[in-house]
C-alpha cells in the first residue's frame, strides 16, 4: 500500500504570466517529493492521502494530449482500483480544474474548485482549511509562487492538518523561465522536515527570489564615475582586483548572484546591496 499523505494543496495556474504550479504542506516526510507535478502548457497535478505517485507522470501524459481536467481525473481514478483512498488536483492548460477525494480518505477530506486552481486536503482539522486555500486564491494577487505560499498559510491558520506540520513544498513551472532561460523551473523548493515548515519554506523563497529573481530594469543604477570607483573599491577589499567588469562578474559568479548582472553600465540594487554588505 502507498504512504499516507496526509496534506493539503493547491493546483493552479496563472494564464496570463504562462506559468502552472503547485503547493503543499503535510505531516509526512518530504511531501514535495510525492505530491507536487507541473508542466508548462500542459497543467499541473497534486496527487495525496494514500497517494498514487503514478498520477503525476500519467496525468501530465493525459494533459498534453489534451484532456480536460476533470476527465483526466475520472480516467486516472477508473483506472486505480485503489481509487477509494486517494486524493487527486489538476489543473490543466485552459486554467480548468478537478479534485477527487475517495471515499475511504481519511476526515476531514475534500476539496473545492474554481478557475485556475483545484485546492484539497485530508486528515484536516475541517474544512475550513480548504476554504481558506480557495479563498485567498480567489482574492490574491502577485505571482504565482507568492500566491500559492498564501494559500498555504491561509490553510495553516484555518486549522491545517490535524495532525501537525512537518514538510512542505512550492513548484512553479513556466517554459524557458528557470535557471538563464534554459530551464522550465521556475522555482522548486522543498522542506524535508522542520517544526514549522511554512516558515521555513517562506525563508527559502526569499533567499531565491534574491539569488534569481528580477528587479525591473527601470529600477536598476546607472554606473556613474562615483559608483565605479565604489564598486573598484569593494571588489578589490574582496579580492577582486583588475578591470571593473571582469572582476565585479567574477565576484556575481562566486555568491551565485550571476542572473541579476548585465555588465556595469548599469547595477541591480540587490546585487548593490549584497556587495555593499559583504565588504
Known amino acids: ?78 483506472a486505480d482500483a485503489g481509487r477509494d483512498q486517494r486524493q487527486l488536483g489538476v489543473v490543466d492548460s485552459e486554467g480548468r480544474s478537478a479534485s477527487f477525494t475517495g471515499a475511504e480518505c481519511l476526515d476531514w477530506a475534500g476539496g473545492r474548485t474554481g478557475p485556475c486552481y483545484a485546492a484539497q486536503g485530508n486528515i484536516l482539522v475541517s474544512a475550513e482549511t480548504v476554504d481558506a486555500i480557495a479563498e485567498t486564491f480567489e482574492r490574491s494577487s502577485g505571482t504565482l509562487a507568492e500566491r500559492l505560499l498564501d494559500c498555504l498559510d491561509a490553510a495553516q491558520a484555518a486549522g491545517g492538518d490535524r495532525r501537525g506540520q512537518q514538510s512542505a513544498a512550492l513548484l512553479v513551472v513556466e517554459q524557458d523561465g528557470g535557471y538563464a532561460k534554459l530551464s522550465d523551473t521556475v522555482v522548486e523548493l522543498r522542506v524535508e522536515d522542520h517544526g514549522r515548515p511554512l516558515e521555513e519554506l517562506r525563508r527559502l523563497y526569499r533567499l531565491h527570489e534574491a539569488l534569481f529573481g528580477e528587479t525591473p530594469r527601470e529600477e536598476w543604477l546607472a554606473v556613474d564615475r562615483a559608483l565605479a570607483s565604489e564598486l573598484r573599491e569593494r571588489l578589490a577589499k574582496l579580492g577582486y582586483d583588475g578591470e571593473l567588469e571582469e572582476a565585479f562578474n567574477r565576484w556575481a559568479g562566486n555568491v551565485n548572484l550571476e542572473e541579476r548582472v548585465d555588465g556595469v553600465a548599469e547595477i541591480d540594487p540587490v546585487v548593490l546591496e549584497e556587495l555593499r554588505e559583504l565588504s
Open 1 to 78: 500500500m502507498a504512504e499516507l499523505v496526509s496534506t493539503y494543496s493547491i493546483a493552479a495556474c496563472d494564464l496570463g504570466a504562462s506559468q502552472w504550479g503547485v503547493a503543499t504542506q503535510s505531516k509526512f516526510l518530504s511531501v514535495g517529493a510525492v505530491v507536487p507535478w507541473a508542466e508548462p502548457y500542459v497543467g499541473a497535478i497534486a496527487t495525496q492521502a494514500y497517494a498514487n505517485p503514478r498520477y503525476g507522470p500519467e496525468g501530465l501524459s493525459l494533459l498534453r494530449e489534451g484532456v480536460p481536467a476533470e476527465e483526466v481525473v475520472a480516467r486516472l481514478t477508473a
